[in-house]
């Protein structure tokens, strides 16, 4: 038995082969058999830029088809795909490629300036060195054999202190939370997925794209969300899977209701909460009550409302088949259903471990092998799970995690900063939004100061979108800043109607 899980996609393209796969609204579609063509020759261009199976190869590029192919090229040699969100600048970027140390960097347009690696190009019209090294190579036929436990991919995630860690994902994590995810979601044979996220992070490379690779099925593929494209294609489409951002999006727009819907069975929604209040309206619109379900990097998919029981609004749902959760007590201890702590899982879906930090992992991990979430939640007596909070100091901004800590190392930098409290506060595009509480060494500090300075050193979505200046920050007894009192006392600062 071949463990790589590109063999179970390359049944499916075989068996598929003359069906449409990926549709591309104003081009020509890609069949499964195109795709496994285009795949087999992206395999052969990575073995002759001198990728091997267990390297790995960091892309940092737009969406395209054939980032897709050179997902699938990557999987089909064995070799373990890095991929980076395209915000990220050329410094953040830097330290990806020291601490991943890859055999090739697949970047846009532009070879990255002190690249040590090997680089290859592929720009967001599929063009580039790496699509002609691709046409022009030999290629793979052969599927690596690879174990179920080898590495598939390293998905990044930054961190509350210090340094991002890579999450390392085997293929056996890969292929058992596609097929519960396609089980549990019921997907059919005549599924169209819409597929409008981007494919450097886990809800759109693996949740969305590997549901359409295991059952043969197909997906419209767009660059990126545009709320009234989505909502035009949602017309040939049954199936979507958004952050709450296209919800609320789409609930802005007057001609958006049950006509745009008629044809889709199943929206879902993740990688940030999804408000009871955009439940409900969505319901009101559309009469469809969105699917949310919750997960991480290091986790794939954990829990899901369910596709035909009571979808609870404010709830992600219960544990996926396989996958164990549990809510845990500062001490360790498992509490009683309706009590908070933090949510611990454990199933085929979680990660070994992070990239060379092993004293990293060894802290995630219970003895007993549940991973430390460092969500807060309760967990009622059916097992439906609520997330309520975090225990980590984190901002989810439109489906992006930005870790504050990261944000105000740079600004403490400013000679015009005497100290600064990054927090994340109600937005109504994003969820959350990022704002800076500075107290000034001397006169006030303005957003432009603080864009100048983070410019070019993060990337623009980790930015703070206002800048509040104080006299001092809350304080505790302890002397840590109180974050809550910031949250509670801003909560108001992106509202349109305060
Ligand atoms: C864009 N901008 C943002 C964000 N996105 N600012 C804060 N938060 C964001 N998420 C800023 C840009 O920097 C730019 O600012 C301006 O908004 C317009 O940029 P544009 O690219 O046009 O934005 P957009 O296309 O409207 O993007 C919004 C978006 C996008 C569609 C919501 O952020 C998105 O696709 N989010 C999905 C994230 C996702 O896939 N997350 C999954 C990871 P300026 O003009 O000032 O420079 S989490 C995951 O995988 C876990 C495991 C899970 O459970 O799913």
């Known amino acids: 038995m071949n463990g790589n899980l590109y063999a179970s996609f ?43 199976a267990g390297d790995r190869v960091v892309v940092q590029v737009a969406k395209s088809p054939e980032c897709v192919a050179l997902y699938l090229g990557c999987l089909k040699l064995g070799a373990v795909y890095v991929p980076l969100n395209t915000a990220y600048t050329p410094r953040e970027v830097e330290y990806f490629l020291t601490d991943a140390e890859p055999a090739l960097f697949v970047c846009g347009e532009e070879p990255h300036r002190d690249a040590k690696v090997p680089v290859a190009t592929l720009d967001a019209a599929g063009g580039g060195t790496f699509p002609e090294a691709a046409a022009s190579a030999a290629p793979l036929d052969e599927v690596a054999q690879r174990d179920a436990e080898d590495l598939a991919a390293i998905v990044y995630t930054s961190g509350t202190t210090g340094r991002s860690k890579g999450a390392m994902l ?27 996220l981007p494919i450097f992070h886990v809800h ?60 889709m069975r199943l929206f879902i ?12 309206a969505f319901e009101a619109r559309t009469g469809h009550r969105i699917l949310e379900r ?52 454990r199933g085929p879906n979680v990660f070994s471990g992070y990239w060379r930090m092993p004293g990293k992992t060894a802290e995630e991990f219970r003895p007993d092998g549940f991973f430390r979430t460092g969500d807060m939640a309760f967990m009622d007596a059916e097992g439906r799970v609520t997330i309520v909070g975090r225990a980590k100091d984190v901002v989810i901004s439109g489906g992006y995690n930005v870790y504050p800590k990261e944000v105000e190392d ?35 500090v303005g957003l432009d100061a603080v864009e100048e300075a983070l410019r070019g050193r993060l990337a623009r979505f980790k930015q703070p979108k206002r800048v509040v200046n104080l006299e001092t920050l809350p304080r505790n007894a302890m002397g840590k800043v109180q974050k809550n009192a910031l949250r509670e006392r801003f909560a108001r600062l992106f509202d349109e109607h305060a």
């Open 294 to 345: 919750y997960g991480m990097s290091e986790t794939l998919m954990n829990t899901s409302n369910p596709l035909d029981g009571e979808r609870v609004a404010g709830t992600v749902g219960c544990a996926l088949p396989g996958v164990e959760a549990r809510i845990s007590g500062a001490d360790g201890e498992v509490v009683e259903a309706g009590a908070v702590g933090e949510i611990e899982v």
């Open 170 to 196: 085997s293929h056996a994590n890969l292929a058992s939370n596609a097929e519960t995810l396609c089980e549990t979601w019921g997907w059919r044979d005549d599924d169209v997925l819409l597929h409008a």
């Open 10 to 52: 390359d049944a499916r393209f075989l068996a598929h082969a003359g069906e449409p796969c990926l549709r591309l609204p104003g081009a020509k579609d890609w069949s499964h058999g195109e795709l496994r063509a285009r795949a087999s020759a992206a395999a052969g261009a990575l073995a002759g830029f001198g990728v091997r």
């Open 269 to 280: 929604s993740g990688s940030a909460p999804l408000t009871e209040q955009t439940f409900h």
């Open 204 to 263: 759109g490379l693996f949740v969305a794209m590997h549901c359409v690779f295991l059952t043969g099925t197909s997906m419209i593929f767009l660059p990126g969300f545009e709320a009234e494209a989505f909502a035009g294609h949602l017309a040939r489409s049954t199936v979507t899977m958004g952050v709450p951002t296209f919800y609320t999006r789409l609930l802005a727009r007057a001609d958006f209701g049950r006509e745009a819907c008629a044809n």
């Open 410 to 444: 740079i600004i403490e930098e400013m000679p015009a900063v005497a100290e600064t409290a990054v927090i994340g506060v109600p937005h109504p595009d994003f969820g959350e939004g990022v704002v800076a509480v500075v107290v000034p060494a001397a006169q006030d």
